[in-house]
T-cell receptor, first 112, second 115 residues
Framework: DQQVKQNSPSLSVQEGRISILNCDYTNSMFDYFLWYKKYPAEGPTFLISISSIKDKNEDGRFTVFLNKSAKHLSLHIVPSQPGDSAVYFC???????????FGGGTRLMVKP | GAGVSQSPSNKVTEKGKDVELRCDPI?????LYWYRQSLGQGLEFLIYFQGNSAPDKSGLPSDRFSAERTGGSVSTLTIQRTQQEDSAVYLC?????????????FGNGTRLTVT
């Protein structure tokens, strides 16, 4: 069973506009959430995270929102840039666990 | 280099052969993870090491898969009698610890193709 789901396999956005990537989870034990970004032929790199005690975390152009009651989080990128084109993975973990559970990824394409 | 290093970067093998994939974590990182990404799929957890011990092997898909870590550093993932469904990118990651707020640092992966 997929505990972390990214239902949109791809997203296309115009440069300068907002990109919104969504992620849903089912395990209520998850209490820490992360977004990773992956370019082709490279490993994923950490982007931004949020603890379950918060509902928003912002870092420059990137903001992650967490809605615990809906078991939903989203990553906003504003303004989007062509260099943001990559696959974005949502991941979750819980304090009693030892590993991250990843979603299937969303491929973001930012068009100039 | 300062990052996680994996070798080989690409491996093509015939069905039934054994393969070994190597991971050099970041120096000082005690936790080491193996994940794999099959075509069009997300990252699937395989195994986790804390030091040299593997408290969580729950993700290994079959007994053909094994992994070890020596000296708290280098890890080797071995796949015996490879099958075509083993074709994937195998990713290694390390982190300073297993507590929350320790993001994983990934290597570039080994792309395994079983023909």
């Amino acid at each position: 069973d997929q505990q972390v789901k990214q239902n949109s396999p791809s997203l296309s956005v115009q440069e300068g506009r907002i990109s919104i990537l969504n992620c849903d989870y089912t395990n209520s034990m998850f209490d820490y959430f992360l977004w990773y970004k992956k370019y082709p032929a490279e490993g994923p790199t950490f982007l931004i995270s949020i603890s379950s005690i918060k509902d928003k975390n912002e870092d420059g152009r990137f903001t992650v929102f967490l809605n615990k009651s809906a078991k939903h989080l989203s990553l906003h990128i504003v303004p989007s840039q062509p260099g943001d084109s990559a696959v974005y993975f949502c991941a979750a973990e819980h304090n009693a666990g030892n590993m991250l559970t990843f979603g299937g990824g969303t491929r973001l394409m930012v068009k100039p | 280099g300062a990052g996680v290093s994996q070798s080989p970067s690409n491996k093509v093998t015939e069905k039934g052969k054994d393969v070994e994939l190597r991971c050099d974590p970041i120096s000082g990182h005690t936790a080491l993870y193996w994940y794999r990404q099959s075509l069009g799929q997300g990252l699937e957890f395989l195994i986790y090491f804390q030091g040299n011990s593997a408290p969580d092997k729950s993700g290994l898909p079959s007994d053909r898969f094994s992994a070890e870590r020596t000296g708290g550093s280098v890890s080797t993932l071995t796949i015996q009698r490879t099958q075509q469904e083993d074709s994937a990118v195998y990713l290694c990651a390390s982190s300073p610890g297993t507590a929350l707020n320790s993001p994983l640092h990934f290597g570039n992966g080994t792309r395994l193709t079983v023909t």
